[in-house]
T-cell receptor, first 115, second 112 residues
Framework: DAGVIQSPRHEVTEMGQEVTLRCKPI?????LFWYRQTMMRGLELLIY????????DSGMPEDRFSAKMPNASFSTLKIQPSEPRDSAVYFC?????????????FGEGSWLTVV | GNSVTQMEGPVTLSEEAFLTINCTYT??????LFWYVQYPGEGLQLLLK?????DKGSNKGFEATYRKETTSFHLEKGSVQVSDSAVYFC???????????FGKGTMLLVSP
């Protein structure tokens, strides 16, 4: 089975530019998560979708960040305009609830640098 | 609220040494508990999990036991290898929820 697929793996962009990160969850999974990892804050949950519907977006830093999930196999995280403090690794993850408990599987991350 | 506390690193060991990374949690109800591992330049991989009290998760020689009385889920390995060098994250998923709350991670460095 293919895991969670993220693109791009690495992105370097200038301050003020729009950044779009993409994610394809594991087929059959009904929950999708966007996490951000920085040295200062560790791993933070940005937003969580269930059955394509945003359930909890309280971790989205500010209005510059937006996320969509138009169908069960695709999600985007957009930053517009980007700022240097947005530099981080952004992870997409997915899971499928089951009797053995929720196990969340992570993609390899999108490493974003804003200069 | 829910939180996870891990011992600060880095933990530096020689090959074949015994490893313990402490993890304690705060949560209501009966969360599921996880250990994830992140190798340099890579994403997080599930290492092991436990879904109820007294469960023991194990994988690749690593073990952790869900201790509700001490709200702990310490990670252990009897003999570490250089290839175990990575950052280890303890996490919980509250009962009835799908999200994960992570600890800050503990870096493990194993020297030959």
């Amino acid at each position: 089975d293919a895991g969670v697929i993220q693109s791009p793996r690495h992105e370097v962009t200038e301050m003020g530019q729009e950044v779009t990160l993409r994610c394809k969850p594991i087929s059959g999974h009904n929950s999708l998560f966007w996490y951000r990892q920085t040295m200062m804050r560790g791993l933070e949950l940005l937003i969580y979708f269930n059955n394509n519907v945003p359930i909890d977006d309280s971790g989205m830093p500010e209005d510059r960040f937006s996320a969509k999930m138009p169908n069960a196999s695709f999600s985007t995280l957009k930053i517009q305009p980007s700022e240097p403090r947005d530099s981080a690794v952004y992870f997409c993850a997915s899971s499928s609830s089951g009797p053995s408990g929720n196990t969340i599987y992570f993609g390899e991350g999108s490493w974003l640098t804003v200069v | 609220g829910n939180s996870v506390t891990q011992m600060e690193g880095p933990v530096t060991l020689s090959e074949e040494a015994f490893l313990t990374i402490n993890c304690t949690y705060t949560a209501t109800g009966y969360p599921s508990l996880f250990w994830y591992v992140q190798y340099p330049g890579e994403g997080l991989q599930l290492l092991l999990k436990a879904t109820k009290a007294d469960d023991k998760g194990s994988n690749k020689g690593f073990e952790a036991t869900y201790r509700k009385e001490t709200t702990s889920f310490h990670l252990e390995k009897g003999s570490v290898q250089v290839s175990d060098s990575a950052v280890y994250f303890c996490a919980l998923s509250p009962s009835g929820y799908s999200t994960l709350t992570f600890g800050k991670g503990t870096m493990l460095l194993v020297s030959p």
